[in-house]
């Protein structure tokens, strides 16, 4: 079974600063999809930005961009210039590119909680 | 349109109640969900229906019920709950077979059982 880590239950960033989000994932498939949802205080989570591990190139999505390390299974998100707006709980998340039987499930990691300081 | 409804938003109930969650989409997406979030952790998936059919059960205590109409609506009928299912429970959408879509998920129903 596949397992999502976040190390970092809560960080705290400065308005317009930059930060990294961590997250380390154990799996032992070689094909698969990661994800970055956001779910703000209001709770509706969105997707930030989504990565496929046959590629090479880290997603980028505006101020978002991902650190993937597929050898380290490592899949870290970077805020720039970050906003009052980002303050949110942000859980990575696995998806296995088996067939559906899998069932699209989502793997979540725990959670890192974002405040934003003015 | 990629929007999901779910209604009520808040719904507070006893033990011995009945009630239903609603949710709804119009995105044309074949796999439904139902996940359960306690506060300050991660969904936990409870049910997905894959074209109206109910593909997986995560073990889900049977006071839940889940129900799909059509291929727009999902219904988790409740029933003899307990205090601690009091919880978020988010219902979510997404393509069946496109693993790479992401899920949409709905704003929630935050339910309180006393």
């Known amino acids: 079974a596949q397992t999502v880590t976040q190390s970092q239950p809560e960080m705290s960033v400065q308005e317009a600063e930059t930060v990294t989000l961590s997250c380390t994932y154990d799996?032992?498939?070689?094909?698969?999809?990661l994800f970055w949802y956001k779910q703000p205080p209001s709770r509706q989570m969105i997707l930030v930005i989504r990565q496929e591990a046959y590629k090479q190139q880290n997603a980028t999505e505006n101020r978002f961009s991902v650190n993937f390390q597929k050898a380290a299974k490592s899949f870290s998100l970077k805020i720039s210039d970050s906003q009052l707006g980002d303050a949110a709980m942000y859980f990575c998340a696995y998806r296995s590119a088996r067939t559906v039987s899998a069932g699209n499930m989502l793997t979540f990691g725990g959670g890192t909680r974002l405040m934003v300081k003015p | 349109d990629t929007e999901v409804t779910q209604t009520p938003k808040h719904l507070v109930m006893g033990m011995t109640n009945k009630k239903s969650l609603k949710c709804e989409q119009h995105m044309g997406h074949r796999a439904m969900y139902w996940y359960k979030q306690k506060a300050k952790k991660p969904p936990e998936l409870m049910f997905v229906?894959?074209?109206?059919?109910?593909?997986i059960n995560e073990s889900v205590p049977s006071r839940f019920s889940p129900e799909c109409p059509n291929s727009s609506l999902l219904n988790l009928h409740l029933h003899a709950l307990q205090p601690e299912d009091s919880a978020l429970y988010l219902c979510?959408?997404?393509?069946?077979?496109?693993?790479?879509?992401?899920?949409?998920f709905g704003p929630g129903t935050r339910l309180t059982v006393t």
């Open positions: 979510a959408s997404s393509q069946w077979d496109r693993g790479f879509d992401e899920q949409y």
């Open positions: 799996t032992s498939e070689s094909d698969y999809y």
């Open positions: 229906y894959s074209y109206e059919k109910l593909s």
